[in-house]
């Protein structure tokens, strides 16, 4: 079994998962510009870093891992905030997810503590399913982000 890896438009697809990388794209200096996700491929291994701290946050951690299968290495390091509420990047899998792919674990550094994640395209902030206890598609139509106001059309799921 040979392991798929496709480029797509901000990352890669490998095995079905995702890894994009992202960054804030403003002039200003705020504070989403601290954040940001990279991907980097080179031969059969691949690299992901991401960084979901910034200035303000107080509860950061730091968790990652490194997968195998059939040749193709992926090495994820992920800078993360517990007490985050706004992120530019994309939060790569988690660890588990991989191996339901059957992917092996070598190595393995804390844990990936966000589930579904959904961001604000207006203002960065994110919605958790898991700290908010409603899944984002569960709500309603007319539902609009509480820091500007933008509709709930303007998110997107980032992890």
Not at 28 to 55: F, H, N, R, T
Not at 83 to 110: C, F, H, L, N
């Amino acid at each position: 079994m040979t392991v798929e890896i496709l480029k797509i438009p901000g990352g890669l697809e490998v095995d079905g998962l995702m890894l994009l990388r992202g960054k804030c794209g403003c002039t200003s200096l705020a504070k989403c510009c601290y954040s940001w996700s990279k991907v980097k491929q080179k031969g059969s291994d691949i690299v992901v870093e991401a960084k979901l701290s910034a200035p303000d946050t107080k509860d950061n951690f730091e968790w990652g891992y490194t997968v195998s299968k059939d040749g193709v290495t992926v090495n994820v390091a992920v800078e993360d905030a517990r007490d985050k509420e706004i992120y530019s990047g994309y939060i790569p899998p988690a660890a588990a997810e991989w191996e339901s792919q059957g992917w092996t674990v070598s190595e393995k550094t804390g844990e990936r503590e966000d589930s579904v994640v959904w961001r604000c395209a207006m203002c960065k902030w994110l919605y958790k399913e898991n700290e908010e206890g409603t899944s984002f598609e569960e709500l309603p139509d007319d539902w609009k982000c509480p820091t500007c106001g933008a509709p709930k059309g303007e998110f997107e799921k980032i992890s």
